[in-house]
């Protein structure tokens, strides 16, 4: 009797994810810490020459919930929450070179970041449910970029490749 409980179980839960395929596309495992984008205030301006220490975090929280009738069942719940936190240091040295009237500006991002994602699925009627969650803390790849800056009066404008 228990084997054709557990046997029903797997086979509902099955068909009830069945239900909300969705295409997922990772990179790096799913760890992937990079940013599009990263560039921040005042990106266009041309740091006086020196060296710089630069430190953002980022932080983002979700959750995901899904109440189902289920046939024979009662009522199925499954849900995810998901956790992440990068902090990227970088380091910023502006060398007093001008290339074509430009100042010339090295840098490195060295990113950090943890994440952590917890699924569950019940089915109350029947007294049965199931959790599963999994972290990590990685660092990712390190970037190496270069920009080209120059100003005039008011304005400023770069060309940067990270």
Same mark, same amino acid.
């Given at each position: 009797?228990?084997?054709?409980?557990?046997? /029903?179980?797997?086979?509902? @839960?099955?068909?009830?994810?069945? %239900?909300?395929?969705?295409?997922?596309?990772?990179? =790096?495992?799913?760890?992937?810490?990079?940013?599009?984008?990263?560039?921040?205030? *005042?990106?266009?301006?041309?740091?006086?020459?020196?060296?710089?220490?630069?430190?953002? @975090?980022?932080?983002?929280?979700?959750?995901?919930?899904?109440?189902?009738?289920?046939?024979?069942?009662?009522? #199925?719940? @499954?849900?995810?929450?998901?956790?992440?936190?990068?902090?990227? &240091?970088?380091?910023?040295?502006?060398?007093?070179? &001008?290339?074509?009237?430009?100042? %010339?500006?090295?840098?490195?991002? /060295?990113?950090? $970041?943890?994440?952590?994602?917890?699924?569950?699925? !019940?089915?109350?009627? *029947? $007294?049965?449910?199931? =959790?599963?969650?999994?972290?990590?803390?990685?660092?990712?790849?390190?970037?190496?970029? #270069?920009?080209?800056?120059?100003? &005039?009066?008011?304005?400023?404008?770069?060309? !940067?490749?990270?």
């Amino acid at each position: 009797m228990a084997l054709c409980i557990k046997r /029903f179980l797997v086979i509902a @839960l099955s068909c009830v994810s069945l %239900l909300h395929l969705v295409p997922v596309q990772a990179a =790096e495992g799913g760890s992937g810490f990079y940013l599009l984008g990263t560039r921040s205030q *005042m990106a266009g301006m041309s740091l006086p020459v020196g060296m710089y220490v630069q430190n953002d @975090l980022y932080f983002y929280s979700g959750k995901s919930r899904t109440d189902l009738d289920v046939p024979l069942a009662g009522g #199925a719940y @499954l849900g995810v929450d998901a956790v992440a936190y990068v902090d990227l &240091h970088t380091l910023i040295w502006v060398p007093g070179t &001008h290339i074509g009237g430009a100042r %010339l500006t090295l840098n490195t991002t /060295f990113p950090i $970041g943890y994440k952590k994602v917890s699924a569950f699925a !019940a089915l109350p009627a *029947m $007294g049965v449910g199931a =959790e599963i969650s999994d972290s990590t803390i990685r660092m990712g790849d390190p970037t190496v970029g #270069a920009s080209l800056g120059w100003s &005039h009066q008011k304005w400023n404008w770069s060309v !940067a490749r990270s």
